[in-house]
């Protein structure tokens, strides 16, 4: 079968497997695979001449122009089409699986202080409102963006104080709206339920994009905040989620034991086991030690 002809029919095995946005990155690796193959290596037509050594040549190309990660991302996704081809017996063998995953470097998004916090907030209360109340579900309820991409009108109940969501798990959740994002929310009884939430323009509209170019479109606006503040890449909208757990934690271990603490806050944040809140805190540095310098110096006097 043609390589063109046989990815796509891959693609379209895997239409009713994935969700739109899965499939969407299958298609941008596909598509960039095709148009790597008709440039550099013109003579392959079949897809069984797709080989280890072709498919590694691609995946370096895209290590040598982006990044590991980018280059993970379309091993897997081109992986995952040619395995259904090798077990429809369309393809000899999956080449991609036979090479190795690289090592990528973490991306972490950084905490913001509480002033940059502030100042931002401020900021986007006179520049930007829709987007401040996006980036305050992050923030106030601790949802993912890609999480408050996904809210509709009808998942907000105002009389139960309650949202409904899709979380990463792909398992929808209920979390309690706290009051101080309540007071925010405009009236939404007036709104088409099936509307999603946030929109380019306003609350409760229609919005003809896919998941991923809506969680894009967000992104690329608040990069003109981060600009606005001189921000670097390693702060993000992320980041607020980060923030107001960190502050969150460290009011909450004022009055109680570190434990007590991590045991309440594991309710709010949706973690589903204390190693999973734990190794979260960890990674974004919550817990600091009080100042040990009087250990040193003891150290030094011996």
């Not at 695979?33 to 069984?48: A, Y």
């Not at 996704?77 to 040619?82: A, D, K, R, T």
């Amino acid at each position: 079968m043609p390589v063109q002809e046989a990815l796509e029919y891959g693609l379209k095995l895997k239409g009713n497997m994935v969700k739109a946005s899965t499939l969407q990155g299958y298609t941008y690796s596909i598509t960039h695979f095709v148009n790597w193959l008709e440039e550099h290596h013109p003579h392959i037509k079949g897809i069984n001449q797709v080989n280890k050594k072709v498919a590694q040549e691609f995946l370096n190309a895209i290590l040598l122009s982006t990044s590991s990660r980018s280059r993970n991302n379309n091993r897997l996704n081109l992986s995952s089409i040619m395995q259904l081809l090798e077990d429809n017996d369309i393809m000899t063998v999956n080449p991609m699986k036979k090479i190795a995953v690289l090592k990528t470097k973490p991306n972490r998004n950084k905490t913001y202080t509480k002033e940059k916090q502030e100042e931002i907030f401020k900021y986007l209360e006179e520049n930007d409102p829709i987007l401040l109340l996006y980036i305050k579900f992050v923030s106030y309820n601790f949802l993912r963006p890609v999480e408050v991409n996904r809210l509709r009108v009808k998942d907000i109940n105002l009389k139960s104080k309650t949202l409904e969501f899709e979380a990463k798990n792909k398992v929808f959740k209920t979390k309690l709206i706290p009051e101080i994002l309540l007071n925010d929310l405009p009236d939404l009884s007036g709104m088409e339920p099936d509307n999603l939430l946030f929109t380019p323009e306003k609350l409760g509209g229609e919005w003809e994009a896919s998941e991923t170019n809506r969680r894009d479109h967000f992104s690329k606006r608040f990069k003109g905040v981060k600009d606005h503040f001189g921000l670097d890449g390693n702060y993000g909208l992320y980041s607020f989620r980060h923030t107001f757990i960190t502050q969150l934690y460290r009011a909450m271990v004022k009055n109680s034991t570190p434990f007590a603490a991590k045991s309440a806050l594991m309710e709010i944040t949706g973690h589903t086991t204390m190693d999973a809140l734990e190794k979260y805190l960890r990674d974004i540095d919550v817990a600091l030690p009080k100042d040990y310098s009087h250990l040193l110096q003891t150290a030094n006097d011996q």
